[in-house]
């Protein structure tokens, strides 16, 4: 496995003195000359990992003296507040998620966005679109029947084959004909709740989560009991234990994101995971792991899968390559433990199989060094992305905004200040031609009315900045003009810039 380049070993090296305190912002770094002769390295090599600390915010060049120490921005931003655990939560709500999410891609079709900050999605010069047509090509010359010939439903791709290895790395110990290919996490999830409740039966899901979950549990007429999860450790199990003792058998699953969860960003450490693992195996209660952004995490090896921990089939495994290797192919997969034979004929009733042709084109590439290297470099630019718009935010919203970054991933969630109404800033923003995703579609409550989710997965270019920096400006005249406001002359020269950048792109 390649190791980073020295540069950036280096950088590392020098942030962790950082981020330990060794070295405290107004410190002066090693001249050039200094490194050079301290490590061993070129001039070129010296000035790539100070300018990789520039990037990332933690130290400034000044003119003719060299580079010191600051500290960015974002860490000045009060991280988001742990919920209550230790109250029962509100009883299974169902007041139609359809309508609210129904009017948001309504909405945002009427208007030519300019900037979307809505969806949590990269961008496709992000992925390896080159290796993928190649591959497809030399699939096609070498079995053209792949394009003319239904797939049979239990065909061996290498897709399963990898999917299967992979898993071996956070765990999990599956034989390639447990994976069943899916059209993308979405319907993994649809699978595994239609084999495991019923209509009228009682989900639990994280609070916040990804609205497309409450959609579907709307769809199939079950109800979701919304559990209490902190925007660090994930799902509270404690909270998870008092909704089991209060509801009893009326639940029957939970809907998990145990890494980098859909819209917080948290990471469920082991311990918890091991827990709720437990807890759920204890009640009967199906566990349900979405494991989608696992490999996105800032870490070469990912850590463990829940499904890990599963020694009796209760856990359906759920996970895709939507959002770390090929968007347009919506290739998902589910093990799906004691229910594979009924989830295997589930899918065959709803869809049949998957096309085979992306299964292959993926499966070769997932096979090879350069699938590593891909998710290397992902996670890179996404983390350079995510950094450089926690400075925007920091910069440009007003005083008392909150947010979380997490250790990867493509988005951050914004708390307003003073529980600000994001279906307000939402209106003014998509005025402008700026999208972005409001709190209120990641509950079936208003409690996240006053949060954002915004989208890192672009290419942090001077349209998004300056569609950033006018977000805050919507953010603090929405607030009454609180906070950081930039002039109204600046706020229109940055209007402007956003118009024409965007006419520009178009």
Not at 371 to 398: N, V
Not at 436 to 443: D, I, K
Request: a positive charge; aromatic letters at 6%; charged letters at 25%.
């Amino acid at each position: 496995m390649d190791s980073p380049p020295l540069y950036r070993r280096l950088a590392d090296h020098y942030l962790a003195a950082i981020r330990a305190g060794t070295l405290e912002p107004g410190d002066k770094l090693p001249s050039l000359r200094s490194l050079m002769r301290l490590h061993d390295i070129s001039l070129s090599t010296a000035l790539q990992l100070c300018r990789a600390m520039e990037s990332e915010g933690f130290v400034e060049a000044r003119d003719r003296a060299g580079y010191f120490v600051r500290r960015p921005r974002r860490l000045a931003i009060a991280p988001m507040e742990e919920p209550a655990a230790g109250v029962a939560p509100d009883p299974a709500q169902f007041v139609g998620i359809h309508a609210r999410v129904s009017d948001f891609v309504t909405r945002r079709r009427q208007v030519d966005i300019a900037v979307d900050f809505s969806t949590a999605r990269g961008s496709p010069a992000l992925y390896p679109a080159q290796a993928l047509r190649a591959g497809m090509m030399r699939l096609l010359r070498r079995q053209p029947e792949l394009l003319t010939t239904a797939s049979p439903s239990r065909s061996r791709t290498p897709l399963r084959e990898a999917a299967a290895r992979r898993g071996l790395r956070v765990g999990m110990t599956l034989s390639p004909d447990e994976v069943l290919v899916t059209n993308g996490c979405i319907e993994a999830l649809n699978l595994a709740l239609r084999a495991v409740a019923q209509p009228g039966d009682t989900v639990a899901v994280e609070s916040p989560t990804f609205y497309g979950l409450l959609q579907v549990l709307e769809s199939l007429g079950m109800r979701a009991l919304e559990i209490p999860t902190s925007p660090q450790t994930g799902l509270s199990v404690e909270a998870l234990e008092m909704a089991i003792e209060a509801y009893g058998r009326s639940i029957k699953a939970v809907v998990v994101v145990p890494h980098l969860q859909n819209p917080l960003g948290s990471v469920m450490p082991d311990s918890h995971k091991e827990r709720l693992v437990a807890l759920c195996e204890r009640h009967a209660i199906a566990l349900i792991e979405d494991d989608t952004y696992s490999e996105l995490l800032d870490c070469e090896t990912p850590p463990r899968a829940i499904k890990s921990w599963d020694a009796s089939g209760n856990v359906i495994h759920c996970a895709s390559l939507h959002k770390i290797l090929a968007p347009g192919l919506r290739l998902g997969w589910i093990s799906a433990g004691r229910w594979h034979g009924r989830v295997e004929m589930l899918k065959y009733a709803q869809t049949r199989s998957n096309e085979e042709l992306g299964q292959w084109a993926a499966g070769e590439f997932m096979n090879t060094g350069a699938y590593d290297r891909h998710l290397r470099r992902l996670r890179e630019q996404l983390r350079q992305q995510r950094e450089r718009t926690a400075d925007a935010i920091a910069a440009h919203f007003p005083s008392g905004t909150r947010l979380n970054l997490p250790p990867g991933g493509l988005q951050l969630w914004v708390e307003l200040p003073d529980r600000l109404s994001s279906a307000t800033v939402f209106d003014s923003a998509l005025q402008e031609r700026i999208l972005v995703a409001p709190g209120t579609l990641f509950s079936n409550s208003s409690r996240f009315d006053h949060c954002l989710r915004i989208n890192c997965g672009w290419p942090f270019e001077t349209k998004v900045e300056a569609a950033l920096r006018r977000l805050g400006e919507i953010v603090c005249e929405a607030a009454g003009g609180t906070g950081t406001r930039a002039p109204q002359a600046e706020a229109g020269a940055t209007r402007r810039r956003l118009q024409s950048t965007s006419a520009s792109a178009a």
